[in-house]
């Protein structure tokens, strides 16, 4: 996946995990660590990583929270009571933190921001609230208001930022799709709809952010650059997320919600940003960065690789030490008690070679920072969007202490042979040697057996006697073909007379005559024939055909077949209604095919129609 991505510094959004959830395959990833923030109450609830390619850069200090009031593994302080030498800074103060109106604590304890600090700046991995219902209303925008305080407070300290994530906010009318015809549609103005509270702060963040009305007091000035907008400043459609349920995403009816900023002394770092949105798996795309391999720092150009490490490990983009554990953060996910120590095991089957030190040229070397959204994917499976590469092992047995490959095996085979004689096997009956179709086993193999009429055959007790007195029967009252070898050596062995011989199935004809004694004790031609009994015709008359009674079964359990639409006449999909209201709980077909750009469904295009038929009324029709 990192290969896929061609990033040095990974950011994942909504991982919906817990700590208990994680794996080898996402924490020991080899040549990458990885800063976890997970939900410390709800399960499979929002989550952010950050994952750092460890041969082009490193972190110095790494927290998990936006407020500091969270504790470092292994420590009685929060991250804002630690030696300034460890801390990042910049943490809310007490007024900023009130005027919230949400505990501080209860803000990072849902999972939602890692911080990491390089040399040069301090990244910010953020999953924001969604604006889903107006019970989160608060905590939303609390959330949105310490970030502020936070990036606007490092930015006073002379800490350059960059902001990651997604922060379920559309900055304007160009980032969401037929903006004008939904406020139309709502009876709301281009006022109404920049100025709701979390589009305006967040505007007030941004160079060139749209604000009606004079700015909200500690936000005179922007400091943050949208850097994807400013490389694509007209882009149309260039929207980060698609609604699933109703399959918006081949439409392009979306908006832009996932963000890299940056400060704004940091414009001329990069060279490029965009969205992929051409790479499938979530209901996001990634969007990127890339950075120069030169950078302005302090009135001087240096190489980004100094800026992005410790002290001491680059200079002047050559490599002067490797990384170690020495170099590990305690908020690494490798340092988590389930996984210190460890390596993955896929490792020691697929050991690489360590890569060959760096060269003196560093031209085509590029650091790229990227978010990406991970929605459905870690059950959605099991995690298949984190998951690395199964690598697949083979071993082969030598001998022991010299022992040739022969000699061992022959020694194996010694071993493997019983000390005592088998148990010498139980004949087969009589009955069973006569029977030329023997039935394997009693109980049901397969699904056909509940529509085949039953293998066992029961005598016809109203079947007429024979002028000797022998009780026989010419057939079993079963629907199964019968075996007249098996039946008459069977039902003879009860009378005091005795057959001597036993013909074969060929040997029998059925015949409307009653049978002779003469040719029941073998005296006549060879040929038996055996009268048809009343039962036997009373049986007959109730048989069942077996394909039709399949025919039938299979109809009550098939799906009914699903309606057509009107504007393509293809098949609908079903879908649940789960507004609330008199509907909420109740299917209904639709046409099949995405929504289209404009958001509606259309006549006579390629996407979605008008057709929408409820299932209850449907079925009442197709019964009547």
């Known amino acids: 996946m990192f290969d896929i991505l061609e990033a040095d510094i990974v950011v994942f959004q909504e991982t919906k995990i817990q700590r208990k959830d994680l794996v080898d395959d996402m924490v020991l990833v080899p040549g990458w660590d990885c800063y976890w923030s997970l939900p410390k109450h709800k399960k499979g609830y929002s989550g952010v990583v950050i994952y750092t390619r460890q041969s082009v850069c490193a972190p110095i200090r790494a927290e998990e929270g936006i407020t500091g009031t969270l504790h470092p593994p292994n420590s009685a302080k929060s991250f804002a009571e630690a030696p300034e030498d460890q801390q990042i800074g910049g943490y809310p103060t ?20 890692v911080i990491l600090e390089f040399p040069a700046f301090v990244l910010f ?62 009876g709301i103005t281009t006022e109404d ?39 694509n400043p007209e882009r149309k459609g260039m929207f980060t997320c698609w609604e699933q349920k109703v399959n918006a995403r081949p439409g392009n009816y979306g908006s832009r919600i996932d963000y890299v900023l940056s400060s704004l ?29 030169q950078v302005h720092v302090e009135g001087e150009d240096v190489n980004t690789l100094d800026v992005i490490n410790p002290s001491g490990m680059f200079l002047n983009g050559h490599r002067q030490r490797e990384y170690s554990t020495k170099d590990m953060l305690p908020m690494s996910g490798k340092l988590i008690p389930e996984f210190d120590g460890r390596r993955n095991i896929k490792d020691m089957f697929a050991r690489k070679p360590l890569p060959k030190p760096q060269s003196a040229t560093v031209g085509h070397q590029r650091t790229e920072i990227g978010c990406g959204e991970h929605a459905e994917s870690f059950e959605r499976t099991s995690r298949p969007v984190l998951q690395a590469h199964a690598f697949e092992a083979k071993c082969s047995m030598k001998g022991v202490r010299g022992e040739s490959a022969a000699s061992a095996t022959n020694k194996k085979r010694t071993l493997a042979e019983p000390s005592a004689q088998k148990a010498p096997k139980r004949p087969k009956s009589s009955v069973a040697l006569l029977d030329p179709h023997p039935a394997t086993s009693k109980s049901q193999q397969n699904l056909n057996g509940f529509f085949k009429a039953a293998t066992t055959t029961q005598p016809c007790h109203d079947a007429p006697l024979p002028s000797n007195g022998m009780h026989y029967s010419d057939m079993s009252c079963s629907h199964k073909s019968f075996d007249p070898a098996i039946d008459l050596l069977s039902n003879c062995s009860a009378s005091s007379q005795k057959i001597n011989a036993v013909m074969s199935p060929e040997a029998f004809t059925q015949s409307s005559t009653p049978a002779s004694d003469s040719d029941l004790n073998g005296t006549s031609s060879g040929h ?27 109809k009550l359990f098939t799906k009914p077949a699903a309606p057509r639409c009107e504007g393509h006449n293809e098949p609908c999909k079903t879908m649940l209604t789960k507004k609330n209201g008199m509907n909420r709980g109740r299917s209904f077909w639709m046409c099949a095919r995405p929504l289209g750009p404009s958001g509606d469904k259309e006549k006579k295009s390629q996407w979605r129609c008008h057709t929408f038929i409820w299932c209850s009324d449907r079925n009442h029709a197709v019964t009547a």
């Not at 999953?127 to 606007?152: C, H, K, M, Q, W």
């Not at 702060?201 to 400013?230: H, S, T, Y």
Request: charged share 30%; glycine share 8%; hydrophobic share 35%.
């Open 193 to 231: 709809y920049m100025s709701t509270p979390a589009r305006r702060m967040f505007n007030q963040l941004l160079e060139g952010g749209k604000v009606i009305g004079e700015r909200d007091q500690g936000r005179a000035k922007p400091v943050l650059w949208d850097i994807c907008r400013g490389f």
């Open 94 to 113: 007490k007024a900023q933190l009130e005027a919230s109106l949400v505990d501080a604590t209860n803000l990072d304890s849902e999972g939602r921001c």
């Open 125 to 186: 991995g953020v999953y924001s609230p969604a604006n889903r219902d107006e019970t989160r209303d608060d905590f939303r925008l609390g959330f949105l208001d310490v970030l502020d305080s936070r990036i606007r407070n490092l930015t006073s300290m002379g800490k350059r930022i960059i902001l990651t994530g997604d922060l379920n906010i559309s900055r304007e009318e160009l980032d969401t799709a037929n903006a004008e015809a939904a406020m139309r549609k709502n």
């Open 265 to 293: 002394d940091m414009k001329t770092w990069f060279t490029d940003s965009n969205i992929q949105e051409g790479l499938m798996g979530s209901d996001h795309c990634p969007v990127y960065a890339t950075m120069k391999d």
């Open 528 to 554: 038996a024939s055996f009268p048809k009994s009343a039962g036997l015709t009373r049986e007959m008359d109730t048989v069942h055909d077996p394909i039709q009674t399949k025919g039938t079964w299979s």
